[in-house]
Structures are given as C-alpha cells and as structure tokens.
C-alpha cells in the first residue's frame, strides 16, 4: 500500500522559511516522480514543484526562486523548502508521486498517488 506522508506545515511570517517533508512508503520511490501541489479554499490544487529520480525540477512561476525541492533516494523522502514565502502561499500543500520516472507533467491528473496534506499558513 502507497503511503505519502507529509509534514511540517504551520504558520510562518511572511519572508521567513518553512520546511515541509514527504515521507514515501510502499513503491519503488526512485521510479517515481515526486510533486508539490496546493490548494488554497475555494481554488483548484495547483502544481507548485516536482522533481524526477535524477533530480531534474521544474517550478511554477510564482515560486521560482523562492522554494526549493529536493529528495532523497535512499530515505524516501521529498523536501520542500519555502523561503520568502508570501500571504499567497497559504494553502494545504500535497506531496504526489508520478510514475513517469523522468518526465516532469505538471497537471495533478498525471500523478497517481497523494499524501493527505499539511496546512501552511502565512502571514502578512
């Protein structure tokens, strides 16, 4: 069974730094693609960041140069790390997994499976 595992959502001022983590379990994690998405209430989840095995990233605009992704294959996790972050980035942010191994997609329909979510909040 496939399980992504957030953490380390919460509050944080705007222009400070958050760190959130993906715990991956149950799949072949350096075969997978690994995502950020969010979705802020009311919105549809958008594609913040994902990164492929060989560590290949894209970014949305609206965070380039701010936030970070990162993974770790042997640990199986996905870090994201928000620097800067802005009272728009508030939302319930989602880690997803890709099976496409080494094409970036950025739609949530290409991603086959979704942790449950952790809330960041920033303030103004």
């Known amino acids: 069974q496939v399980q992504l595992v957030e953490s380390g959502g919460g509050w944080v001022q705007a222009g400070g730094s958050l760190r959130l983590s993906c715990a991956a379990s149950?799949?072949?994690?350096?075969?997978?693609?690994m995502g950020w998405f969010r979705q802020a209430p009311g919105k549809e989840r958008d594609f913040v960041t994902a990164?492929?095995?060989?560590?290949?990233?894209k970014y949305a605009d609206s965070v380039k140069g701010r936030f970070t992704i990162s993974r770790d294959n042997a640990k199986n996790t996905v870090v994201l790390q928000m620097n800067s972050p802005k009272p728009e980035d508030t939302a319930v942010y989602y880690c997803a997994a890709d099976r496409r191994t080494n094409v970036i997609l950025t739609t949530r329909f290409a991603f086959d499976y979704w942790g449950q979510g952790t809330q960041v909040t920033v303030s103004s």
């Open positions: 149950g799949l072949t994690f350096r075969s997978y693609v």
């Open positions: 990164i492929s095995w060989s560590g290949n990233t």
